[in-house]
């Protein structure tokens, strides 16, 4: 994994997903279009979308309650998560 971001970047953002027990050719096919970031702040990321079907996934890493649309979801401590959403 390799991102240049200059001497002095300003304002600058990246974001990777690891693909375990992917192909070198599932990965270049991946569509990176198909990955919603739901959250990225210093104690919590969240991804969910198409590449994903129902699940949404968060690394936390302090307690919390996160507001994603209408539904409220309560971390009770630091770990990785797999959601499902369902209906």
Not at 25 to 30: I, K, L, N, S
Not at 61 to 82: D, E, H, S
Request: proline content about 5%; hydrophobic content about 40%; glycine content about 10%.
């Amino acid at each position: 994994l390799y991102c240049h971001h200059g001497v002095h970047p300003h304002n600058q953002s990246y974001a990777y997903v690891v693909l375990p027990s992917r192909s070198m050719e599932q990965v270049a096919h991946f569509n990176t279009d198909d990955v919603e970031i739901l959250c990225n702040t210093p104690t919590l990321q969240m991804v969910g979308g198409k590449a994903f079907g129902q699940d949404v996934w968060a690394a936390v890493y302090a307690a919390q309650t996160v507001r994603v649309g209408r539904i409220l979801l309560p971390f009770g401590k630091a770990g990785l998560y797999q959601l499902r959403r369902s209906g």
